[in-house]
């Protein structure tokens, strides 16, 4: 499932207090004190059963949302946004020789300055760049990770 799409908002009402029971179908009946949340084909499928009435909710990530005519965003109403969280992220093992980790580093990083390194961002799901992960982002995305766990178990 789709961390922006799925699972962030999941936490975010998780940590709301608010109930969500999993459906299958937009028709679905729920609890008076529950959310149920059915999961789409797809943005526009999502943004079809919304603009169409059967849905009173979406959730998209920012990039899905963008893609959309001004003319359809003016539609819809953002009312609320999760936390943010790195969509690629590349990891490197902790043996590898320090000036080849460097380097591996330093051409991820750049790849959005070539035309080759864009052919290769844009194949990896529309990336546009990669950033050196400061520290603090990854004690966030360790906290995250806790709060996926804990929400995805109940």
Known sequence: HSTVGH????VTLA??????????SPEAEVGPDEVGYYVSSGGQTSMNLL???EIAALALGDRAFKQFSPDVQEQVTVFAETVGAPSQLV??????????QAEIIRLMI???????GRTILEQMRET?????MPDD???????L?????QTTQS
């Open 7 to 10: 699972i962030l908002p999941l």
């Open 15 to 24: 940590e709301a207090g608010i109930a969500t029971v999993s459906v299958d």
């Open 51 to 53: 603009l169409n009435g």
């Open 91 to 100: 990891v490197i093992r902790p043996d590898l020789d320090p000036d080849l």
């Open 110 to 116: 750049e790849l959005d300055q070539t035309d080759e």
């Open 128 to 132: 546009e760049k990669f950033e050196a």
């Open 137 to 143: 982002v990854l004690a966030d995305l360790e906290e």
């Open 145 to 149: 990770y806790e709060v996926v766990k």
